[in-house]
Every structure is written in structure tokens, then in C-alpha cells.
């Protein structure tokens, strides 16, 4: 193992950055006029909770905006080097990690602490803890994986499609198409209408529903980036920019 890896595991160097990326969030968030798209939302989202807060992969850091001080929200994140500076990151935005993720293929998803990990979000469930939960699977983008259709399966808490977006950001050439805000700008926090699914579904059920909240995230991001006066990049055809690039 080299230095510089050793560093980067090291706990120090992961808190340091943690505090570091929400810092750094915190002032996205306070720079930038979001606003609420259907307005009110948090009306009806509040008797709802808790529940599954779907967003695509390279949300997982801008979905944090919308909890509230008074909001109990957790989220899965990997177990990986970037995971732990991930996760020191939304802690200090206030929202509890599980440690774990998602795979492709059933070994994978044991030995990357997936099946421990949906455990720990069904607890949360079920200890009145929204979890905030990736749609996709590593390393497919914007493909909604059966993940999420089980976790709203076994617990019976609806899943809310969600995107929080600005009209300055940067996007990377990254598997997930992740997006980062930048400040002094609009923003959007954009909810789908909540999806249940029930306990019954057979296979084509299962498939109804991973459909359904693939095509309502797709919508909803669709919907915020029009907010902001801007087009989804993923779904233009010059959408997948180089890493780093912005608009503005």
C-alpha cells in the first residue's frame, strides 16, 4: 500500500476533508435562493415521513439541502476510500451514513456490505429516519437498479423521487454524471409524487416499479433544471461534459 494511500484511509485525512466538503456545501446552500418545486412541498412530504428519498447517484451530495433542522434523515454510502470522506462529509450535514452499497451481481453485493447495509436502512425506517437512497447501481447511471423497489417493498414507506439542482454547477465525467452546485446562484429542490409498493408485486410488478421511479427521477430532474434555465446534461446530446466542466 503506498503513503499516499495510506493517508487518504487514514482518519484524519478523512475528517479533514469532510469538514472541508461541507464547508463548502454549507456555503452552496447559503448562497444560493432555492426554492421549493411544487411549492409547499414539505406540506405534504412531512406526513409522510419517514420516507425513501430517491435520487440518481450523483446527487448524493446536494440531496442533503433538502433536510431540515428538524428532520431525521440517514443515507447509504460505500465502503470504499472516497466513501469514508463521504461520509465524514454529510455528517457534518447533519444526515446518519449506513455503510455499504449496492451491486450488479449477488457476490458483489455481499462483499461490499450491501445486504448489511439495507438492513440498517430498513432499522432507520423504522425508527422514523427518512433515507435518502441511490437509485442507480455502480457503474450504470441513471439506470434504477431493484435495490430501491425492495427496500419500498419491505418496509412499506413510499419513495419520493427527489433532485436538487443550481443554475451554476459543475459536472464530471464520472460513472454517475455527478453534479456539484456552486454558489451564488438559484437553486431548486425539485419531489416527485410519492410511489408505494406493495408487499404482493410478482416479477412484472417489481419491474412496473423500478420503471416508474426511473422515469419520474428523470422527470424531476428534468423539471429543476428548467427551473434554473437549464437543460438535464445527462440527457442532452452533448450532455456528458468533460470532468470539471461548468455552467454558469
Not at 22 to 37: C, E, H, I, M, P
Not at 47 to 63: E, S, Y
Amino acid at each position: 500500500m503506498s503513503v499516499v494511500t495510506r493517508i487518504a484511509r487514514s482518519r484524519a485525512a478523512q475528517e479533514s476533508l469532510g469538514f472541508l466538503g461541507a464547508s463548502y456545501l454549507k456555503l452552496v446552500q447559503g448562497t444560493n435562493r432555492f426554492s421549493l418545486d411544487p411549492p409547499g412541498a414539505y406540506d405534504w412530504l412531512t406526513p409522510l415521513r419517514p420516507f425513501i428519498i430517491a435520487m440518481w447517484h450523483g446527487q448524493h451530495l446536494m440531496v442533503p439541502f433538502v433536510r431540515r433542522p428538524q428532520d431525521r434523515a440517514a443515507t447509504m454510502v460505500s465502503r470504499s476510500v472516497d466513501g469514508g470522506v463521504n461520509t465524514a462529509v454529510l455528517e457534518r450535514m447533519g444526515v446518519r451514513v449506513i455503510r455499504g452499497s449496492g451491486a450488479r451481481r449477488a457476490r458483489d453485493i455481499w462483499a461490499k456490505g450491501g445486504v448489511q447495509a439495507l438492513r440498517g436502512c430498513l432499522k432507520a425506517l423504522e425508527d422514523g429516519e427518512s433515507v435518502a437512497f441511490s437509485a442507480d447501481v455502480p457503474k450504470v447511471s441513471r439506470r434504477c437498479g431493484e435495490g430501491i423497489v425492495m427496500l419500498a417493498r419491505m418496509s412499506g414507506r413510499p419513495v419520493v423521487p427527489t433532485a436538487v439542482v443550481t443554475s451554476r454547477y459543475l459536472q464530471f465525467d464520472s460513472w454517475d454524471r455527478a453534479s456539484l452546485g456552486l454558489p451564488f446562484g438559484r437553486g431548486v429542490m425539485a419531489f416527485g409524487e410519492p410511489i408505494s409498493v406493495p408487499r404482493d408485486l410478482d416479477a412484472a410488478g417489481i419491474e412496473a416499479a423500478r420503471l416508474r421511479i426511473e422515469t419520474d427521477l428523470n422527470a424531476v430532474h428534468a423539471r429543476a433544471f428548467a427551473q434554473v434555465g437549464r437543460i438535464d446534461p445527462v440527457h442532452t446530446r452533448k450532455g456528458h461534459t468533460r470532468k470539471g466542466a461548468s455552467a454558469r
